[in-house]
């Protein structure tokens, strides 16, 4: 009975599918942008709509771009194996249209065959294909659409399969590893030219593409692992993630159309580490990323379909906190200056400068002042006993390693560390602006589809992310076209 009925949702899908084919016969899309908030909840875009306003001290909430588009929806994001879904699976979803399993890129379940991706499907019908990201080039969300691999953290295997794609742009984030992670495989970077691709990692090189430039890889000047910097930590030397889509539209731009997917990865990274700031900052900066779609999609109405999502939602992260209950002081945010990660570091370089390896508190209270704004009373951040109890059990933890933090579980440490004083800080600040989280974690919570162009309404209501692709391959390939 259960594989009839497997089989009749199988069959009412494609029916489904081939139904819309029929009725959007007479729309043609030309141009698509893919949008991914990794992470990104209705919590982490309400909560930068709140902080904007707050900054601005306006009481009025005023919508993102992409919050105002006309199709609005809700995207469940389960897994073919786990409800709380990864980001390989997620993303397989999203450029495959199929479920599979957690760590899995673009293949079945079972790592037997490939699923082709709508990136592919675009190339093949002569589009043009540019992949954004502001994590790693080879990270889950953006290797599910050119690569097929078993395991997502084989980055060298899925960068070289970058190599290979015939991609017109990557860009953004580089290679985790270009040498492999012993560092004795042929160089990616090297394969990458050798390809036939432009590789640019300066900002004047940058700025200096122009359309006729053929394949092209753009970097950031500065990379972590590949990633670029957070928002929040980024200087005059980095290029935004607005620049990358900015210019993916000057190169991408021709007759045949293009596939665009832009990924905010480091929204997700923050949410992990419960950092409110750098979610809050992470959004603003993919969201002027939209606003570069927007323009485009202005001087083409009818040809442009814009769709932004999320692979998942990260954090369990609420507006409002038990601390602050019905009030809200986003504004307070702004006393922090640097991301969880940079604190972090900040705090290391206090043990690395330390003739002894000893660090007074007085003096880590300081650093955190200075970075994170705790202590500032007229700004609403004074101290209180409770706060300072937490802070000093964290110091201890983390500086006279009088206890270990065993309950920090692997994914966690994998995306914070083991900066249990730098954590409480962050997550002190955010309570006093009124922000809270659940988990450092994903979560299993719908997440928001907003659309706009011909066909968004394909978008509207609650979806599945496996329908993102399959709706926007009807879009582009309807029936008579």
């Known amino acids: 009975m259960t594989v009839f009925l497997l089989l009749l949702s199988f069959s009412v899908k494609a029916q489904n599918t081939e139904d819309k084919r029929g009725k959007y016969s007479g729309n043609h899309v030309k141009y698509v942008f893919l949008f991914v908030g990794d992470?990104?909840?209705?919590?982490?875009?309400?909560?930068?709509e709140a902080y904007r306003s707050a900054i601005n001290n306006d009481k009025v909430m005023h919508p993102l771009s992409f919050n105002e588009f006309p199709s609005q929806g809700l995207m469940t994001t389960y897994a073919k194996d786990r409800f709380i879904t990864g980001s390989a699976a997620s993303g397989t979803a999203l450029a495959t249209g199929h479920k599979t399993s957690i760590n899995t890129i673009s293949m079945n379940e079972d790592r037997s065959s490939e699923y082709p991706t709508i990136a592919e499907k675009a190339k093949a019908n002569n589009m043009k294909v540019g992949i954004i990201t502001s994590v790693s080039i080879d990270h889950a969300t953006p290797a599910a659409f050119y690569a097929h691999e078993p395991k997502r953290h084989n980055y060298y295997n899925i960068g070289r399969q970058l190599t290979g794609s015939n991609f017109d742009y990557f860009g953004g984030g580089g290679?985790?590893?270009?040498?492999?992670?012993?560092?004795?495989?042929?160089?990616?970077?090297?394969?990458?030219e050798d390809n036939g691709y432009k590789y640019v990692d300066s900002k004047s090189d940058f700025r200096g593409l122009e359309k006729n430039a053929g394949k092209v890889m753009a970097v950031n000047p500065r990379l972590d692992n590949g990633a670029m910097p957070y928002a929040l930590d980024m200087n005059r030397k980095d290029l935004s993630l607005a620049d990358f889509t900015e210019k993916g539209i000057e190169l991408l731009d021709n007759e045949d159309g293009f596939f665009m997917m832009v990924e905010g990865g480091?929204?997700?990274?923050?949410?992990h580490g419960n950092d409110a700031a750098g979610v809050i900052h992470g959004v603003m900066a993919f969201s002027d990323a939209v606003d570069e779609a927007i323009d485009f999609?202005?001087?083409?109405?009818?040809e442009t379909l814009i769709v932004v999502t999320s692979d998942h939602e990260t954090g369990g992260m609420a507006v409002g906190a038990k601390k602050t209950e019905y009030s809200s002081y986003y504004e307070r945010l702004q006393q922090q200056k640097v991301t969880l990660d940079v604190f972090g570091d900040k705090l290391d370089e206090l043990v690395k400068d330390s003739p002894d390896g000893e660090v007074a508190f007085d003096r880590v209270m300081q650093i955190t002042e200075k970075y994170i704004g705790l202590g500032k009373e007229r700004h609403g951040l004074g101290l209180n006993k409770c706060d300072m109890r937490l802070l000093q059990h964290a110091y201890e933890i983390q500086f006279k390693d009088k206890e270990k933090p065993e309950e920090m579980d692997a994914m966690a440490s994998a995306y914070i560390g083991k900066q249990s004083f730098a954590q409480t800080a962050v997550d002190i600040l955010a309570k006093k602006a009124g922000v809270s989280f659940t988990s450092n974690s994903h979560t299993g919570i719908p997440v928001p589809v907003s659309a706009i162009g011909p066909g968004a309404e394909l978008f509207d209501g609650r979806i599945d992310n496996t329908d993102i692709p399959k709706n926007i391959e009807v879009l582009l390939w309807p029936i008579g076209k």
């Open 39 to 48: 992470g990104m909840g209705v919590a982490h875009s309400a909560a930068t």
């Open 175 to 192: 290679f985790k590893s270009s040498k492999g992670p012993e560092g004795d495989k042929p160089d990616l970077i090297k394969m990458v």
């Open 266 to 271: 480091k929204i997700d990274w923050s949410a």
């Open 297 to 302: 999609y202005e001087r083409h109405p009818e």
